[in-house]
């Protein structure tokens, strides 16, 4: 009878043990409904990194200083709103057709401005935002 009680136990102890080593089972819940897309695009860390990886830099200098190829961007809000601005990034030339003042600027430098491919409209509009308060 006593071995029939160490049975008893040594099985109650293995059960008992098995038990508590499992890891506890939580429901894989799943959503009620898709989140709703954002309206508004991503925002854009840092503009100024956008200047350099674009290569501004290398017509308009480090310090939006100007040069040989391309004018100083500073002061830009004198003619320049966010969007009008974002836009010329995206397709310099047809500003050039439309806008005398700009026709000038393209005069007076040996290098076109190139068209911002690389650059999304959340890109434009953020270095457009930036460059306009300096």
């Known amino acids: 009878m006593r071995a029939q009680h160490l049975v008893f136990l040594f099985v109650?102890?293995?059960?008992?043990?098995s038990e508590t080593a499992k890891e506890p089972q939580t429901p894989n819940p799943t959503?009620?409904?898709?989140?709703?897309?954002?309206?508004?695009?991503?925002?854009?860390?840092?503009?100024?990194a956008l200047y350099r990886q674009a290569v501004c830099v290398g017509c308009h200098g480090p310090k939006l200083e100007g040069g040989v190829l391309g004018p100083v961007l500073t002061g830009l809000s004198a003619h320049w709103n966010r969007e009008d601005l974002a836009r010329f990034f995206a397709d310099p030339e047809s500003f050039v057709a439309s806008v005398p003042r700009i026709a000038e600027q393209k005069a007076k430098y040996s290098m076109p401005m190139p068209p911002a491919a690389g650059l999304s409209e959340a890109e434009r509009l953020a270095l457009a935002d930036w460059l306009l308060q300096h």
């Open 31 to 48: 959503p009620l409904a898709t989140p709703a897309a954002p309206t508004d695009p991503a925002p854009v860390a840092d503009a100024s």
């Open 12 to 17: 109650l102890s293995l059960v008992a043990c």
